[in-house]
């Protein structure tokens, strides 16, 4: 975030225009900030665990899948992901018990299908909020892979801003 502050007050402005702008070299594509870094799964009925990547820039389909695994791995060495073309193989390799697995969560595990486009199972090609993986079958993805997680950016100008609405202005 960059604050520039006048040294005048300037009134009555017509129109604003921006001649330059640099954008950040990099920027984490997968955040918890975003949202989009987690799911949970349940097996058999048991407790629930949240799967969470680390805060990172992913280029790749495959670095996407493999920071999945590293996560997945922690918590349990019978499920993991894999890349097939541009899909994603969920694999369980439990004998036993349906696997229950949920794109829609929060950061704490709650259902939250708020902004559900933008969480981790939208980005795996997932397209429903959850899946049940039956034992030592695989869940294919509807669709392909994204890793452009961030697809705007935004211009945002305050008037005032310790008066009225402090979100006056935002361009894409």
């Given at each position: ?9 300037i ?24 949202g989009?870094?987690y799911?949970?799964?349940q ?8 799967v ?5 820039f992913?280029t ?16 349990d ?7 097939s073309g541009?899909n ?19 950061i ?10 933008n ?7 997932y ?16 669709s392909?892979i994204?890793?452009n997680?961030i697809?705007?950016l935004?211009?945002?100008?305050q ?9 006056s202005?935002?361009?894409?």
């Open positions: 975030i960059f604050n520039a502050v006048l040294p005048q007050r009134t009555e402005v017509q129109t604003v225009s921006v001649k330059c702008m640099e954008i950040p070299l990099s920027f984490n594509n997968f955040s918890k900030n975003i989009n870094t799911f949970s799964y097996y058999n009925n048991g407790s629930i665990h949240i969470s990547i680390l805060d990172q992913i790749t389909p495959s670095g996407l899948v493999s920071a999945v695994n590293t996560a997945l791995v922690s918590i060495r019978s499920l993991n992901m894999t890349l541009n994603v193989i969920f694999s369980n390799h439990h004998t036993t018990g349906n696997v229950v697995i949920r794109f829609d969560i929060d704490n595990g709650n259902i939250d299908r708020h902004n559900f486009k969480k981790l199972g939208w980005y795996l090609g397209r429903n909020t959850h899946y049940t993986v039956l034992p030592n079958t695989n869940l294919t993805s509807e392909y994204n890793i997680a697809r705007y935004y211009l945002a100008l008037e005032n801003p310790n008066q009225g609405n402090p979100n202005f935002i361009a894409p």
